[in-house]
Structures are given as C-alpha cells and as structure tokens.
C-alpha cells in the first residue's frame, strides 16, 4: 500500500514525472547519462511505468508478503 505513495511523494505520477522532483532529477541524470534518453527498462522507466499505472494485485500481493516475511524475520531478534 506503501509503494504508490511513496512513487507519488517522489514525483513519479499517473500523469507523468513532476517538475523539479526527485523523480525529476532521477530522470536527468539517467538522460545526461544515456546521451539524451531514459534506457527502457532502467530504473527510472521502471519507476515512471509504476507511477503512471499503478501496481497489480499480484505485485501489491508479493511486496506485502515480502515486507511481512522482513518485519517477521527482524522482531525474532527483539
């Protein structure tokens, strides 16, 4: 539930990337250091492709499940 969130307050939108975000700057350097373009399948267009379409049930399945097995896995400890 997290994750839209946090794509959203980094500027990676349903309506695109926001001016002078961090998602804004990202894109920058990965242009600057692509000679111009943003490489399909960087983490950049990985990250813009999430912001705009949001994430699947599967995928919002497997990052809760995943993040309960850490959070489980650290509290053993405490």
Avoid: E
């Avoid at 111009?36 to 699947?56: C, D, E, K, N, Y």
């Amino acid at each position: 539930m997290a994750v839209p969130m946090v794509l959203s307050v980094m500027g990676f939108t349903a309506t695109g990337i926001t001016s002078s975000s961090i998602a804004a700057k990202m894109m920058s350097t990965a242009a600057i250091a692509n000679g111009g373009g943003v490489a399909p399948g960087s983490l950049v267009a990985t990250l813009q492709s999430l912001g705009a379409t949001g994430l699947s049930g599967l995928t919002k399945f497997i990052l809760g499940s995943t993040g309960s097995a850490i959070v489980a896995g650290i509290a053993r400890f405490y």
